[in-house]
């Protein structure tokens, strides 16, 4: 697909971590951004941190008429959409059998409704210009699930499904759809996802990458019109053995975390 300016860049979640660097990254490339989060106080203490400062929008992603109006009021401001960066996201560590259907309720509706939420108002208004970019940003747990993270990694799982087919129906409108799959990302992320059990958090000793880095793939997958990128050496060995050597992959996450539990 033919790259386009980019003159207007929507990013959800955008109050920390990926979305707060993709935000710092298009602002540098003189981009016009409007930044979405839940906490409105959070989103603009993010925001001042940005030279010259986005527009915020607080609204939970989750709310369809909430959302609706918000896109509505980003165009007003801004201009039509050109990118959509579809981050905001939630964690959730911890076994199945001691997690409580609320939580996981929580996060398939923040990951899943809520990312396909964004996507479907946004890829409307998209369609009628007969252009713009979807980009999902979803995890390398989106490719092989790990244990303690199954809820999560269903709700990537889901994402990166949604992705792959909306790609295909977008592309008649003129509409490029891509997903970036970052591996474990340093920022606050880890930090407030919820837990259901006291159960050594494993991921700590996996290679890492910062949000920074993750940014500049979310660049990329646009520059180059791509339909995916896997962030850094590490997450892509690790979606490559697991999926054509799913039995490895199995026996390597079993001995991490037999390993991480004697410690």
Request: aromatic share 6%; charged share 20%; proline share 6%.
């Given at each position: 697909?033919?790259?386009?300016?980019?003159?207007?860049?929507?990013?959800?979640?955008?109050?920390?971590?990926i979305g707060l660097a993709t935000?710092?990254?298009?602002?540098?490339?003189?981009?016009?951004?409007?930044?979405?989060?839940?906490?409105?106080?959070?989103?603009?203490?993010?925001?001042?941190?940005?030279?010259?400062?986005?527009?915020?929008?607080?609204?939970?992603?989750?709310?369809?008429?909430?959302?609706?109006?918000?896109?509505?009021?980003?165009?007003?401001?801004?201009?039509?959409?050109?990118?959509?960066?579809?981050?905001?996201?939630?964690?959730?560590?911890?076994?199945?059998?001691?997690?409580?259907?609320?939580?996981?309720?929580?996060?398939?509706?923040?990951?899943?409704?809520?990312?396909?939420?964004?996507?479907?108002?946004?890829?409307?208004?998209?369609?009628?210009?007969?252009?713009?970019?979807?980009?999902?940003?979803?995890?390398?747990?989106?490719?092989?699930?790990?244990?303690?993270?199954?809820?999560?990694?269903?709700?990537?799982?889901?994402?990166?499904?949604?992705?792959?087919?909306?790609?295909?129906?977008?592309?008649?409108?003129?509409?490029?759809?891509?997903?970036?799959?970052?591996?474990?990302?340093?920022?606050?992320?880890?930090?407030?996802?919820?837990?259901?059990?006291?159960?050594?958090?494993?991921?700590?000793?996996?290679?890492?990458?910062?949000?920074?880095?993750?940014?500049?793939?979310?660049?990329?997958?646009?520059?180059?019109?791509?339909?995916?990128?896997?962030?850094?050496?590490?997450?892509?060995?690790?979606?490559?053995?697991?999926?054509?050597?799913?039995?490895?992959?199995?026996?390597?996450?079993?001995?991490?975390?037999?390993?991480?539990?004697?410690?």
């Amino acid at each position: 697909m033919k790259k386009q300016p980019i003159t207007t860049v929507l990013i959800t979640g955008g109050s920390s971590g990926i979305g707060l660097a993709t935000a710092r990254l298009f602002t540098r490339e003189g981009v016009r951004i409007a930044m979405l989060a839940r906490d409105g106080k959070k989103l603009q203490e993010a925001a001042s941190q940005l030279d010259p400062v986005p527009l915020t929008f607080p609204v939970d992603v989750r709310d369809t008429e909430a959302l609706a109006l918000t896109v509505e009021n980003v165009v007003q401001s801004l201009g039509p959409v050109d990118v959509a960066i579809v981050n905001a996201g939630i964690g959730l560590y911890g076994p199945v059998t001691q997690t409580s259907w609320s939580d996981m309720k929580e996060v398939l509706r923040v990951n899943v409704e809520g990312a396909i939420l964004t996507a479907a108002i946004i890829a409307r208004r998209m369609a009628a210009r007969g252009k713009g970019s979807i980009v999902f940003v979803s995890s390398i747990l989106g490719k092989r699930a790990i244990p303690n993270s199954a809820v999560y990694s269903a709700s990537k799982h889901a994402l990166q499904g949604f992705a792959d087919a909306f790609r295909l129906e977008m592309e008649p409108h003129g509409i490029h759809v891509a997903a970036v799959l970052p591996p474990r990302t340093d920022t606050p992320f880890h930090d407030r996802m919820m837990k259901s059990a006291d159960v050594p958090a494993s991921r700590v000793n996996v290679p890492s990458v910062s949000a920074d880095v993750v940014a500049e793939a979310v660049l990329r997958v646009l520059m180059r019109g791509k339909r995916e990128i896997v962030v850094s050496v590490p997450g892509k060995l690790f979606t490559f053995f697991g999926y054509h050597f799913p039995h490895l992959g199995d026996l390597l996450l079993r001995q991490h975390y037999r390993k991480s539990n004697a410690e």
